[in-house]
């Protein structure tokens, strides 16, 4: 297959598309007496995708327009065997990890698809293969569907979708607000980011925050062992922290950034004293790992004497990091370091993800009136 050049497809909708965005809410929603409702779906936790299919092409888009097609062949051959022959589909990519009956959705794997070497693309292909979750239909046939309401748009899915089978799946989706929050609870055992409430009377609306998403967020007091500097050179960029393992080592979990400039300055100066240097007196540098495709870019860290905690805000965990950046709530001059340690976090009980991806009652057909 020969990829066209974005804007070059016959589609009723044109590429690239920014997808529709969802804003956060505290709570899962429940919608206001007279409106159209909500359905609500997990909130997957991968890549953002829009798959456009028109005959033998079809390509992957990622949420901010760049090209996902090479990263993925194994997604394309079946995409192209499962899809409508013309069509606009959004969802997800993911990739699963673990043993039957324990599987969870896997970020690092996910993330280490995007490679620049062919031969690795085509290793990891067979090595982590991904599967796409669809959540919306944007296009079929000859029709635009972003006009329409996602309740109709959901139900020409389930038609399109009808005999999809691994790696392609349909999301599955509720209007029980008791069932979304419990969704909410289990789901993240395997891995799932959260629940997403879709007005259903809504047209798509590309890069505007039509939804809304509740996801996980926790806290835990954690040891700052050092600093990135800001790339524009002045001022802290993000925090490195740590927390201290049943063996007592300080094993470094994440980061936390999205600080102000002024915030930053500030901080440079607060850190100040606790900066690490050698006999000579020269700043004590920690190297971090080396960027794949930007080999010459700087990633090593100011080291700091691991005396200052932090409570800092995080959603869930990937292995024995932070999955996303934490947030800075506040300085805890009263804990000491050595009680920053694993155990203090809310770890989510375990829970399959194939339950969450082939339960055959997961989603009475929209189109029936579920």
């Known amino acids: 297959m020969i990829p066209r050049m974005p804007g070059s497809s016959s589609l009723p909708v044109p590429q690239p598309l920014e997808p529709m965005l969802a804003r956060a809410v505290a709570e899962v929603p429940v919608a206001a007496e007279g409106s159209g409702g909500y359905l609500y779906e997990p909130k997957w936790d991968g890549f953002r995708c829009i798959a456009f299919?028109?005959?033998d092409d079809l390509e992957l888009g990622s949420r901010g327009s760049k090209p996902l097609t090479r990263y993925f062949p194994e997604l394309v051959e079946q995409l192209l065997a499962q899809l409508p022959p013309r069509c606009v589909v959004d969802g997800e990519v993911v990739v699963r990890?673990?043993?039957?009956?324990?599987?969870?959705?896997?970020?690092?794997?996910?993330?280490q698809r995007i490679h620049p070497a062919a031969s690795r693309v085509r290793q990891l292909a067979e090595a982590t293969p991904a599967s796409f979750v669809a959540f919306d239909l944007l296009?079929?046939?000859?029709?635009?569907?972003?006009?329409?309401?996602?309740?109709?748009?959901?139900a020409l899915l389930e038609?399109?979708?009808?005999?999809?089978?691994?790696?392609?799946?349909?999301?599955?989706?509720?209007?029980?607000?008791?069932?979304?929050?419990?969704w909410f609870e289990?789901?993240?055992?395997?891995?799932?980011?959260?629940?997403?409430?879709?007005?259903?009377?809504?047209?798509?609306?590309?890069?505007q925050r039509v939804m809304l998403k509740v996801k996980h967020h926790r806290t835990a007091d954690?040891?700052?062992v050092g600093y990135r500097v800001h790339k524009s050179g002045a001022g802290v960029g993000s925090l490195l922290l740590g927390l201290h393992d049943a063996d007592g080592e300080l094993r470094q979990v994440g980061g936390a950034s999205a600080f102000t400039a002024r915030a930053r300055l500030e901080l440079e100066a607060e850190l100040a004293p606790l900066v690490v240097r050698d006999g000579d007196g020269e700043v004590v540098r920690g190297q971090g790992e080396a960027n794949r495709f930007n080999a010459r870019k700087d990633h090593s860290w100011v080291v700091l004497a691991p005396e200052l905690v932090a409570e800092v805000r995080y959603d869930q965990m990937e292995g024995d990091r932070f999955r996303h950046v934490a947030h800075l709530q506040r300085w805890r001059p009263d804990r000491e370091p050595a009680s920053c340690t694993f155990a203090q976090l809310d770890l989510p009980v375990a829970y399959d993800l194939d339950a969450v991806l082939t339960d055959a009652a997961a989603s009475a057909p929209l189109a029936s009136g579920s």
């Open 97 to 111: 990890s673990g043993e039957p009956g324990a599987e969870r959705l896997d970020w690092e794997a996910l993330s």
């Open 53 to 55: 299919r028109d005959g």
């Open 159 to 182: 038609e399109a979708l009808a005999g999809a089978r691994a790696p392609l799946h349909l999301t599955r989706t509720t209007r029980d607000p008791a069932v979304a929050r419990e």
């Open 222 to 224: 954690v040891v700052v």
């Open 139 to 154: 296009a079929l046939g000859e029709e635009d569907l972003r006009p329409r309401p996602f309740a109709e748009r959901r």
């Open 186 to 207: 289990r789901f993240e055992g395997a891995g799932l980011d959260g629940v997403v409430a879709k007005p259903l009377d809504a047209p798509y609306a590309p890069g």
